[in-house]
């Protein structure tokens, strides 16, 4: 009897090295929006510590119009970086989620053809029972022929 042989094996082990380049694609995805994230919160931080440094001068009552209009500027700074930070991380989740779904993509695909495979497997072992089964009664028939003589 022939050996097994999945004639889709090429697109099998192509899809398995499509799937794992899509995880690596996920992962690099994901850590740069987590990075994305951690330089917002650091954005935050520093526009939270502005507001204390500028209550704190304001608090002491003598404020000069050169440093009133310093912290001025840093604030309009801070939030435009603020909101081209949100928009970078918009960004990124809309990128994330684009290679989420083609690593799903990939897996069905995958899981498709694996399931292929096994159903051709299952036939030829089917097949190869049916044969060994043949082989069997012939023998079987033989010797039963042979002892009657």
Known sequence: MKKFRFQLETLLKVT???KDQAQVELAKATKKLEEARQYLE???EQMAQGHKDYEAITSKGSI????LMTYNSFFNWKREQIEQQQRHIMDCQSERQHRMTELVKIMNKLKSIEQL???RFQ???AEVFFEEQKVLDEIGGQLFFRNMG
């Open 16 to 18: 398995k090295m499509n």
């Open 64 to 67: 000069t119009l050169g440093t």
């Open 117 to 119: 495979k096994e159903k």
């Open 42 to 44: 650091v954005l935050l």
């Open 123 to 125: 036939q030829y072992m």
